[in-house]
Every structure is written in structure tokens, then in C-alpha cells.
């Protein structure tokens, strides 16, 4: 798996939810299919007066999240900028040639009310569940870059092997200490609350 693909999967899947963070903190989640990919740069299109626009001018945080029925989940975080007034109607054009209905929602001059945001900064989680053991990959696109997610073990280990028992994905293999493979973690947990230790952390 590479961000490319990742980007095109979404791009099958075609709508995604884009959740935002509003004035008093709270989730905002919608879905949008008005949504232009230009390798990985992702450009979508909302109304200037809408709640979604305001939320990415003050805040510009955007996490998109996407399923595809291999059992895929690919989650992607970043930061939305709104597109130069310059480049504002080119990349109107582009979506609304791809995506006729638009014109159904905004026809002729009404579209003027249109506005186009890009994400080009952002990271990718990738989860696959029809794999075993699953898998989960991350990636960085642009400057965006990665915090470390999951569950580490250890000096305090003292090698009693308990975690290996209790892991579903059976991704836990012996050593001093015992070591997870973050690639195919299903982050449950269950190592860590059954460590006598308390030699598993959560990153
Ligand atoms: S349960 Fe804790 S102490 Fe035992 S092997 Fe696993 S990490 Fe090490
Ligand atoms: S978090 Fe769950 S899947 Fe990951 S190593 Fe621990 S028990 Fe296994």
C-alpha cells in the first residue's frame, strides 16, 4: 500500500466523511462527494455561507474517512486551506465537469456562492480487517507528519508471555522484552490490561 493508492481508494469510494471541529469544540461530521483528486492533493467544494466552510476557515482542521467493501478503512487527517480567488472557478470547473449534478444544486450563476478548499499536508491511517493478521500502515503526504499510535513494550518485561495468550492477531513474538508489530496491532489493548507488569504503553 503507498498514500496514492490509499487517495484513489477514497476517490472509488467516492463519498466521505469529513468531520471538523466547531467554535465550542465539538465534532462536526458530514458526508461530501463533491470532491476533486489531483494526485494527492484532495480539493473539495462546499457554500461560503455554510457552517463546514466557517469551521475550516477558523479551525482548517479535516479528518476524512472512507470504507471500501474489502473492509478497508483509511482515515485521513490534515489541515484545509480555501483555494487562491485566482484558482477558485479552474478548479470549480474541473469538479463540476466531473460531477454534472452540481449543476442541479447550484445552476448557472447560482455556483458563484461556491467556494473550493484544498488538503495537500496530511497523514493517512490505512486498517485493513480482511487480512490475518490485519494490517495497519501510515503514511505522510506533503509536510504533514506522523504521530506514533499504538502499543509498545517495555524493559519492565519480565518475558511471562501473557500478552502472546491474549492477543486476538497473534502478533506478539518473545524476546527480552517481547515485541509488537505495529504493521498488523489491532490496537485492542488486551496485552496491556493483562500484563502483570504493567510493561505495555499505549503511545
Ligand atoms: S505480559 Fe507483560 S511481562 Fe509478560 S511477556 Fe507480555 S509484556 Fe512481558
Ligand atoms: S493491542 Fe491487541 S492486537 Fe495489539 S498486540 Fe496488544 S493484544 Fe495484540
Known amino acids: 500500500m503507498d498514500a496514492l493508492t490509499c487517495v484513489k481508494k477514497l476517490g472509488y469510494v467516492g463519498v466521505l466523511d469529513f468531520a471538523t471541529v466547531d467554535e465550542h469544540g465539538a465534532p462536526q461530521v458530514r458526508n461530501i462527494s463533491a470532491i476533486h483528486f489531483e494526485g494527492t492533493d484532495i480539493y473539495f467544494l462546499t457554500a461560503r455561507g455554510k457552517y463546514f466552510a466557517s469551521q475550516l476557515r477558523r479551525d482548517g482542521r479535516v479528518q476524512i ?14 489541515v484545509a486551506e480555501e483555494v487562491p480567488k485566482a484558482e477558485q472557478t479552474h478548479w470549480r470547473d474541473v469538479l463540476y465537469r466531473e460531477q454534472p449534478y452540481l449543476e442541479n444544486v447550484y445552476p448557472g450563476e447560482t455556483k458563484d456562492i461556491d467556494t473550493m478548499f484544498v488538503i495537500r499536508d496530511y497523514t493517512i491511517e490505512y486498517f485493513c480487517l480482511s487480512t490475518r493478521p490485519i494490517t495497519r500502515e501510515y503514511f505522510a503526504v506533503g509536510n504533514a507528519q506522523i504521530t506514533p499510535k499504538g502499543y509498545v513494550i517495555g524493559e519492565a518485561c519480565i518475558g511471562c508471555g501473557t500478552c502472546q495468550t491474549v492477543c486476538p492477531q497473534g502478533v506478539i513474538t518473545e524476546g527480552s522484552p517481547y515485541h509488537i508489530d505495529p504493521a498488523h496491532c489491532l ?17
Open 187 to 203: 490496537q485492542c489493548g488486551a496485552c496491556a490490561e493483562n500484563c502483570p507488569v504493567g510493561a505495555v504503553r499505549r503511545l
Open 65 to 78: 474517512l472512507g470504507y471500501t467493501r474489502y473492509k478497508e478503512t483509511i482515515r485521513l487527517s490534515g
